[in-house]
Nanobody, 115 residues
Framework: QVQLVESGGGLVQPGGSLRLSCAASGSIFSRYAMAWYRQAPGKQRELVAVITGGGSTNYADSVKGRFSISRDNAKKLVFLQMNSLKPDDTAVYYC?????????WGQGTQVTVSS
């Protein structure tokens, strides 16, 4: 069983920064890719960033150069550093992983970018 708990969301002005965290349970955390998704009101959930167990990363075009995903395998944490935030980044952000073909999701954390 895998549990994911996100934190770090909030209200930030355009151009500001936030750092999201995802705490994971499970004894083999380091083996699996971890991802951040987001869902804005009225839109489908979309992939933001993914990091493999070995540390390789990939990003949605809309966040490249602004967001950075990282992980601390010893502490079973995944981070999403978000810089130069825009109003279009407003969404609920979800942590995700897949273990044995089963997807796991956190409860989400709200990020609002507004002046």
């Amino acid at each position: 069983q895998v549990q994911l708990v996100e934190s770090g969301g909030g209200l930030v002005q355009p151009g500001g920064s936030l750092r999201l965290s995802c705490a994971a349970s499970g004894s083999i955390f380091s083996r699996y890719a971890m991802a951040w998704y987001r869902q804005a009101p009225g839109k489908q959930r979309e992939l933001v960033a993914v990091i493999t167990g070995g540390g390789s990363t990939n990003y949605a075009d809309s966040v490249k150069g602004r967001f950075s995903i990282s992980r601390d395998n010893a502490k079973k944490l995944v981070f999403l550093q978000m810089n130069s935030l825009k109003p279009d980044d407003t969404a609920v952000y979800y942590c995700n992983t897949e273990v044995a073909l089963k997807a796991y999701w956190g409860q989400g954390t709200q990020v609002t970018v507004s002046s």
